[in-house]
Each structure stands twice: as structure tokens, then as C-alpha cells.
């Protein structure tokens, strides 16, 4: 592109990028070590000026407005970045040389190995997709404003991805609109490395992969090999191992499916990493509140843009969720034919998720007045279905001019998504997840804490409230962040969040970070799973048994002593004691009298005038009246006796204090109360969830089954190869003309 362009420069440790005022007409992310040489220019007006030679050999000047100093400063900042980028230019070559953009206009270069598309064929037909001549468009793109990690964007670049990328560069824009390409090159071999780190490992999400391979894209011959299964294998079991927390999600096999058509392992992977982390973050978590956010987002725009539409739906209880979520889920994979969805995808690469709210909206204003007959779900969801299959039928059908009668319907959803929502901004789409956030992270939680709450066991005599408390407090004590964004769903609590849940409720243990050795035994023996940590069962199943009646005053004494019974023998040794009487005096040490500390020292002395030998037999010792003096041996001349159950029980019942303490002191010690801190979720939302799932079934299960439901809708998208005429330049130029814009 010819003439000047003003605009912002802004330099990081690593790149140099420039942004047109407009923001649309030029745009370019160079990274430093892709910069070949720079040098000042004198220029006619005195300007500050700097020329920019790229790796590959595309020259910019850059004109400088501003004082001098300032200039100068950035150009010292920028000689410095260009020297600490230097080692990284003997590895771009290599890099560089798996982009199919090198090879296209250095046909010496070896073609780089590509996508399964290249063994198995790319969907659709080559000659009905004009992909000959989108080739030399870009060609001739390329060849004028850099290729790759050189491009600069100016507003013929989006026009050549609206109107569809060639089948051989579509997976090279794909990572190069989407960032992809920065992260695989700033994290070299990760994908390799985290194969040969985790050979021979089993997962949970290694499971679940294994249960989807066969149902991604069933339709493509290479998915019905044991070539495409094993590469979808292999990418998602290792962004598995790349995020463990997050693991597999559902519909990650139907993007990655897609992906690797076009891409390689890797590209795919780096692909995946950038759509889960950076464009479409909580789309694939374990509770999809990405999704489910978009969804809000969604039902907002379509009653503002469509309030006739929105009010039908209202009207008729239509779950709009229950036809768009597949939609924003599967990038639109799975509703749409396979070759029409990798439109949508170019866009989407480009311009991000606001692409998939215009594409929403626009097939409903389409089919706006047919909706307004629908007056059931089944109605909605076949309705669309219908429309999916004839998107490549032609728009106007009867009409008499022969260029109506060639727009297909699928390029008049695009107008209408690109032209009449042309409103439906970036800013607008992050403006209403804000508005809409808090909304549905409380409905995931509330339908998180119902469900988990079912499916406890044991809750004693634990009321719903208490339970419903417990859960709260539970989350509390272990947080990272919300339930509702996911990454949570085998969330135990360890040693310090278990002190800090159980000064919420006991006074005794009001100072999480006291050393207490009674703690420490309370977490093992509620620790049934014998792994060191706490799940929300082990707790409500713990706090159930010390809130029991006052009247089991003999189950509570038997608590204590297999507390500290470490060997469950039946048996309390010296230290055992010595250890349990620790333990009362420091639940006791906020009493303001010396009662207890007078009851507990009676304690020692009785356990001790009453304990048994190894040797001596272990009858139950009867109930009989303490005598109040009888001289004992010293403590440390009791190594080898031992009070047993029947023993302790005794002592204790013969002391009013130690009885009253047993009896109902310790367990009203044990308050379940609502944290001031707690954020409550009101019971009457119906939230988003509740609107895509009933009570009683997992999120997961019921997106499974909407996208099975979607994928029924389809007929298989056979490759075909042939040959296209070679045609003169102005057929390509009216491609670019006619064809959607």
C-alpha cells in the first residue's frame, strides 16, 4: 500500500506494533527478530524518520511526531530490544519454513507438511470454492505487505477472509489472525515435550477423550482412520496435560476435528490453548460459564435488535438457549455443513467471538417471521435444522437476475451478519458479559451447591440449612476462585483451609494458625478417603458426628477416645492420655476460671489409679464411687498401663464438670452459622443453567446430547478434488467484488 498512514507505534521487549487511528486501515504485530536491519532517513520536512527492512525484505518508513528527545529515547529502547532479539533469528528460518506462505511464493522452498486435508481432502468442491483464484489474490496480498510474522494488515486483508480462505493457507491465517502462531513460537517443542514427559500416564480426561474419538466429525474420511483418531488423540490428551486443572471438556473434539484439517498436531494444539485461554476463556471449563455467560450476552442482543422476535419467544417459554448453545459451543461445527462452517471460522480467527453473535443473530432475523409461527422447542429446533441444510441452496430462487439467483443463502447470512449487526462491536459484546457476569456465576453455583448437596450421604442430624451453611463455608475456606468458573470440581480441602473452616464454626479454634494436635487428629479421622485432605462429604459427614443429641453423652465420650486411640487396640497408653488431656485443656483455654484446669488434673490422677497393666486382665471395670484419696505412682511409672473404654468412660461420668462438657459443652460449642462474608445466592433465580438443564442431570450430559442432536442434521461433506480453469485477473478481482460484500 502506497502513501502515508498516521496512526500509534508502541514497542514491548519483543515486538514493534502499529495501529491505524481509525483502527481499520493498518494494523501489523512485528516481532524484533523478524526486523533485518533499521536505520535513520533524512527527510525533506526535518522529520524524525526511521526505515524498517523485515526478514522478508519488505521496507517501512516510520515517521516520528513529537519532541526529539523522545524519539530518541524510543529509538535507543528499540536498538536494545533488536539486540536482545538477536539469538532468536537463528531459529526463525526453521520456524518459518513450516508456513505454507513461504513456500506459495518461493515454490523452491519445500511444501510444508499440512492438515489431514492433505491426505483425506478438504470439504467441499475446489472448483465451486474458487480456490485457484483466492490463491492468487493472496499470492499477490503477500507478495506486497509481507507474509506471516511480516504481514501488515490494511482492509483488503479482512475482505480476502470474508470471502473464504484457500484450502492450503486457511490453517497459516487461522494461527496468524487467532495469536496462535506468537505462542508456538515463544514455547518451541511444549507440545513434544509434554507427549514424551507423560508417555504411559492414565487420566480421568484420557477417559473421556477415549469416549468422544469416534464421534468427531464421523462424517470425514479421515476420522474413520486410524490416522485422524490417533492425531485428535494425541492434541487433546496433551492440552489435558498442559492444563490439568481443566483437563477435557465437552465439544473440544469437534473444534479440534475441525482444526486438524487444516493444520498440523501442533498448530491444532497451539490453536486450542489460544481459543480456551485467550478468545473464548470458560468455553470448554468444567462448568462452561463462558457459554452460558455468551448466552445471557446472546438473549440480550436478540431482544434489543429483535423485540417482536424476543417477545414471541417469551411468550411462547422457547428456550432460545436450547438452539444457540450448540452454536456458540462447536464454533458452529456442528450445526452448520462442514465447508460453511469453515467460514465462519475465517471470520471468527479475525475478528474474534463478536463474529458468533452477528452469525447468531443474523439466523434468526432470517428466519424471523417462520419463528414467529414456532410454539414449541421440538418446532425451534427444527425449524433451523431445516435452514442449516439448504444454506447452500440459492437465496432467490425465482428471481429473474442471474447474479440474485447465484447468492447462495449462506452468503446472505453473512450480509446480514456483517452488514445489518455491524453494530455488535468488541466493546459492545465485553460491555454485556460485564452486565451479565454476576447473573450467571450465581446460577452456576446455585445449581452446582443443589447438586452436590443431593449427593451427600451421612449428614446425621444436619438440617438443610446446616448443610446448605457448611457448603458455604466449606468453598469459603478453600478458595481460588468461584465455583461457577470452573476448574473445581475435585476440590478438597487441605490442613490450613480445614483450621480456617473450623474456627468458623468453634470457638476453640477461633486461631487457625495455633498449633493443635487435636486439629490434626479431628482432619484424620474425618478423612475417610485416607488421602490427606478434606472433601465437602468427609466434612459434612465429620461435623455430623460431633453434632449430635446431648443424650448420646456416651458416644460422645467414645469419640474422644478413638480420637486418640491411634492404633484402634481399645486401648489409651500413657501418652494417649497425656495427649487427650492436651487436647481438653486447650479446647478448655478460653475459660476464665480454674475449674476445668482442677477437673482435668483429677482426670489424670483417676486414669491413672484405674488403669490396667499389658499383663493384668481386661475385664470391664464396674461403676463404683472414686475414692478422693488414694496415693498413685508417679505418671512416668505407668509406661506400660493403659485405660481402655469402659475405664475412661467411667472416670469421665465420675467427674460433673467433665460429664457436663461430654454431654452438651462441646457440642454447642460447634455453631453453624452463616459466614458474614458469605455471598448468598437467592433462592428464587432460574437462572441459565436451569433454563438448558433440570435438576437431577449434569451440565455435561445435556450438552453431549444437544450436540448428538445436531450432528444428526447433517450429510457427510465428501472432498472433492478437481481441477480449476486457470481464469484472467479481472475474474479474481469480481471474486472479491460480488462474492459476500
Known sequence: MNGSVPGTLYLTTSYLCFKSADRHTALFILPLYAVSRVERVSSRTFQFCLSIKTWHKMTMTIQFIGLRHANEHFCDLLKKGLQDNLSNMKILKPFLSGCWSEHLLAPKIDE?????????????????????????????????????????RFPTFSKLVRVGLPNKLRGEIWELTSGAMLSRWAHPNEYRDLQENNA????????????????????????????????????????????????????MNIVVAALLIYTSEEQSFWLLHTLCSEMLPGYYSTTMYGTLLDQSVFESLCERTMPVLWSHFQKSDLQLSLVSLPWFLSLYINSMPLVLAFRVLDCFFLEGPRVLFQVGLAILRINGEELLDVTDDGSFIECLKRYFLTLDDSAHPNSENPKARAVTKFQELMVVAFKEFAQVTHETVITERRKHKEKTLNSIESFAKRTQIRSLSHTGKLSSDDISILYDRFHDAIYKQR??????????????????FMAGIADWAKEPDAQSEFMDRLLRRWDADFRGSLSLQNVVRGVAE?????????????????????????????????????????????????????????????????????AASTE??????????????????????????????????????????????????????????????????????????????????????????????????????????????????????????
Not at 501418652?575 to 484446669?597: F, G, N, Q, S
Request: with cysteine; charged share 30%.
Open 112 to 152: 510444508p507438511p499440512g492438515g489431514m486435508g492433505d491426505k483425506f481432502g478438504y470439504p467441499g468442491d475446489v472448483k465451486k470454492l474458487k480456490d485457484r483464484s483466492k490463491m492468487r489474490l493472496w499470492k499477490e496480498y503477500l507478495t506486497e505487505n509481507g507474509r506471516n510474522l511480516t504481514l501488515v
Open 200 to 251: 504411559g500416564k492414565s487420566t480421568l480426561s484420557m477417559e473421556e477423550i477415549e469416549k468422544d474419538l469416534n464421534r468427531s466429525l464421523p462424517e470425514y474420511p479421515g476420522y474413520q482412520e486410524d490416522h485422524g483418531i490417533g492425531a485428535l488423540r494425541r492434541v487433546l490428551t496433551a492440552y489435558s496435560w498442559k492444563d490439568p486443572e481443566l483437563g477435557y471438556c465437552q465439544a
Open 483 to 500: 465455583v461457577g468458573f470452573g476448574g473445581l470440581s475435585d476440590t478438597r480441602m487441605d490442613q490450613q483451609a480445614f483450621k480456617s
Open 546 to 614: 460431633l453434632k449430635t443429641d446431648e443424650s448420646a453423652l456416651l458416644e460422645h465420650i467414645a469419640y474422644f477416645f478413638e480420637l486418640f486411640d491411634d492404633d484402634a487396640d481399645g486401648k489409651l497408653h500413657r501418652d494417649d492420655v497425656l495427649k487427650l488431656t492436651e487436647a481438653l485443656l486447650w479446647i478448655a483455654r478460653r475459660e476464665t476460671d480454674d475449674l476445668y484446669l482442677s477437673s482435668i488434673s483429677s482426670f489424670i490422677k483417676t486414669c491413672f489409679t484405674f488403669a490396667e497393666d499389658d
Open 620 to 741: 470391664d471395670v464396674p461403676l463404683v464411687d472414686l475414692p478422693t484419696e488414694k496415693p498413685v505412682a508417679a505418671i512416668q511409672d505407668h509406661a506400660s498401663m493403659f485405660v481402655t473404654l469402659p475405664t475412661f468412660r467411667m472416670v469421665v461420668l465420675a467427674d460433673p464438670l467433665l460429664e457436663a462438657f461430654f454431654t452438651h459443652r462441646f457440642v454447642r460449642s460447634i455453631q453453624i452459622t452463616p459466614a458474614a462474608s458469605t455471598n448468598h445466592v437467592p433462592k428464587g433465580i432460574r437462572g441459565m443453567l436451569d433454563a438448558v438443564v433440570s435438576d437431577g442431570t449434569k451440565l455435561a450430559s445435556e450438552i453431549r446430547k444437544r450436540m448428538e442432536d445436531y450432528e444428526d442434521q447433517h450429510t457427510s461433506q465428501g472432498a472433492k478434488v478437481e481441477k480449476e480453469d486457470e481464469g484472467p485477473d479481472a475474474h479474481d478481482r469480481e471474486l472479491l467484488q460480488n462474492d459476500l460484500l
